[in-house]
């Protein structure tokens, strides 16, 4: 019988089920059969499987250790399928990727150092390369810590996620049409490739706030889809005989700061924060931002032109950009280099080890039998 | 470190988390803490923890050898909250015991036999018994089969999970208030305890249909929760000082047969099934009906003057009701002994095994640093 070891991870406010490249090699060329099985993907709860029927619970990554000089561990990111038996294969997450660094120190993939541990993670989805820094005193990895991320009250192990020169890692340019700002399926936005490509339009040519609940925002995904086919289009992501897909690019709505209340029920103030930001993830509103949606939209508004810089240009920092999401503030650092060029964008999050598995995959255990 | 062992179950649409009883051994005056903290409870999305965030995937079962004679596992249930560090104990899970009937034959709890085998198990919350009956072919215990539920496409090993003397198990008697049908709450209703205890009100007596889909039905929650909640009283299974409880008693609506659509497009004609039935699981419409109670429904439709009988009195098989639940159609077989009383309840099922695994739960790392 076959079983698949696998650890489930929370990263921020995600839950990822990180696998072993070596234990997935047997698998390499059938790995979307392989993970929509093990998810019970082809459910639309997910019920015969490990996953958890939410576009935040239904990911997976593959880890291992980086051939790449002066990269630890390369890391697969997958979007798993809900009521789908399948796996979009497209993009990053910012959250798994926290976890892929406490979980490389955890398992031994990377050394541990005093106090301080910085794990150096590549995407192998984008070419996004990015830093993990988690805490390590006398050289332990910590299962626990008091760290939180906004959308959740759960503490976890504080981890420092950097994207190092995130700009243009799908597409080559930091902006791939060369436009700062433009109009794509009768929206003014911005296309952007930052951690991820991404779509930001400006909320009030979509006939939104920008400071919508969740559930408001949720009218708004259907005309979203359409514009993120039309970005995808528009950046080379995709070819027009290519399927639509709904992970890439990332899409959502930017609109000045104004005074809102978080999905938790607090009041957030304008002056508390520099942009309004509401994001989709698949089929539904994102209830915070995806961290690759955050580091697209802190790169966008570094650089002038844009609709993120456009709409907050008053903000106090010009090294720090503070999003105001669905569920309270994001904050990123953003490091640029001589010429002006981004050089790292860091988010601070949390993570932590949930659970050591071991699955029963029905597509490894038919053959077996 | 204290690392947690606990199994992953499928048991029909329901997901559980099996625990031995000797690895809880050492948090028994505290598994409502261990488990909420193992779930990630507090979280409504339950992003720190091992929960699926809705009701039918946060359910935790603790199994052990049974010391009573004929009975060979003991299994108590857990509703683990959503949004709420707490755990609720008052009632028992069918899916979960399908689960646990499959997991004792795969883990060496109950012996199996050959072609198949058998496991009397005792629900430690209410005192019910069941068996399960799963095919064991040469002794051997499946991970796979065909056998499907309501509610599902995904396949799994079949078990035919058995509800002996289902009557009384809580309150000491099949109708507890020696009602056949009463008016509760304003509406009228047959309060009946036979698997679980269940308040069925008549559907048209709380402005229903009885046929609606899941979506609809959401509307008519919050009424109904005030009538398991008069229910509850008038059934003396709460006294007018205990906190409010959303589990127990089961509460949903019974009406005649009438064409629909299922959850998954599929139509059900009215001559196809006796009964309809929408009931409510916790806080929010359940998608198919709980084994409990398609057991309590199924018993009263045996007992004369119950709602349940009066609404399928033309049933063409006396020994068998077939429930239409927004999923499909879930048939029950009943038999009843010489005096006239239930004697048996047998729902067919499947069950798999998902993942083995070992949990990190806070509450226990935090006392072990």
Same mark, same amino acid.
């Given at each position: ?95 798994? #990727? ?5 979980? !490389? /120190?955890?398992? %031994? @993939?990377?050394? +541990?150092? *005093? &106090? =301080? ?107 979203? #889809? ?5 970005? !995808? /289009?528009?950046? %080379? @992501?995709?070819? +027009?005989? *290519? &399927? =639509? ?119 490894? @255990?038919?053959?077996?039998?």
């Amino acid at each position: 019988m076959v079983r698949l070891p696998a650890t489930l991870m929370r990263g921020g406010t995600s839950k990822c089920w990180v696998f072993d490249a070596d234990d997935l090699s047997m698998a390499d060329d059938r790995l979307d059969e392989v993970l929509a099985s093990a998810f019970g993907a082809a459910d639309p709860r997910q019920i015969d499987g490990v996953g958890g029927a939410t576009s935040t619970t239904s990911k997976a990554v593959i880890v291992g250790p980086s051939r790449e000089p002066g990269t630890d561990v390369d890391y697969l990111f997958a979007q798993v399928g809900i009521g789908t038996f399948g796996v979009e294969w497209g993009s990053n997450c910012g959250n798994c #990727a926290t976890a892929v660094g406490l979980y !490389a /120190l955890q398992t %031994g @993939l990377a050394t +541990p150092g *005093d &106090p =301080v541990s910085t794990v150096r993670l590549r995407n192998r989805n984008t070419g996004v390369r990015l830093s993990a820094t988690v805490p390590t005193p006398g050289g332990t990895v910590p299962e626990l810590g008091s760290a939180t991320v906004p959308g959740s009250s759960a503490e976890g192990v504080p981890v420092g996620l950097g994207f190092a020169s995130p700009g243009g890692a799908s597409t080559g340019a930091l902006l791939p049409t060369g436009d700062s700002v433009e109009r794509v399926d009768g929206a003014l936005a911005t296309l952007v490739d930052a951690g991820a490509p991404a779509a930001l339009a400006e909320a009030a040519s979509v006939g939104a706030s920008g400071l919508e609940t969740v559930e408001e925002f949720a009218a708004l995904v259907p005309r979203l #889809a359409l514009l993120r086919r039309a970005a !995808a /289009l528009r950046m %080379g @992501l995709v070819g +027009p005989d *290519d &399927p =639509v897909t709904f992970a890439v690019p990332k899409v959502g709505v930017v609109a000045p700061a104004g005074d809102y209340v978080t999905s938790l029920g607090v009041p957030v103030r304008a002056d508390a924060y520099d942009l309004a930001v509401r994001m989709v993830s698949m089929h539904a509103p994102h209830p915070v931002i995806g961290l690759t949606s955050a580091v697209a939209v802190a790169a966008a508004a570094m650089t002038p032109g844009t609709l993120p810089a456009k709409l907050a240009e008053n903000r106090p920092l010009a090294s720090t950009i503070r999003l105001g999401t669905p569920a309270g503030i994001v904050e990123a650092e953003v490091t640029t280099d001589h010429a002006g060029a981004i050089d790292t964008v860091t988010l601070h999050r949390a993570a932590r080890r949930l659970a050591t598995a071991e699955l029963l995959v029905p597509a490894l @255990l038919r053959e077996s039998v």
